[in-house]
């Protein structure tokens, strides 16, 4: 509960940000709640159904300022390759990342 709580601030807080004024909210919403709900027993289809929320921009990519929560607080641990971006196998990097 406290995890989806957290979420939810950090959703409200973040689409008040100019940076994200042109993203879908509603795929925030649905991402932060998807990425509160992983663990690390989590499958790879639940992370590339994040993948696919936080891409927003459909490059096959997430970019720095696509990434929310945990992405974002380990984006360059996940980022392998350091160009800057995440793609789908790095991003499942992010299921040995939680609790």
């Not at 989806?4 to 909210?25: D, E, G, H, Q, R």
């Not at 927003?56 to 929560?69: D, L, M």
């Amino acid at each position: 509960m406290k995890k989806v709580l957290l979420s939810l601030v950090f959703v409200a807080a973040f689409t008040s940000c100019n940076s994200v004024k042109n993203m879908n909210t509603s795929n925030v919403a649905d991402a932060a709640t998807l990425l509160s709900s992983l663990s690390s027993n989590s499958t790879v289809q639940q992370v590339a159904s994040l993948f696919t929320l936080l891409d927003t921009n459909k490059s096959e990519a997430i970019e720095s300022s696509e990434a929310i929560g945990s992405v974002a607080e380990n984006f360059n641990v996940l980022d392998k390759d350091n160009n800057s971006s995440l793609n789908l196998t790095e991003l499942e990097g992010i299921l040995s990342l939680l609790n």
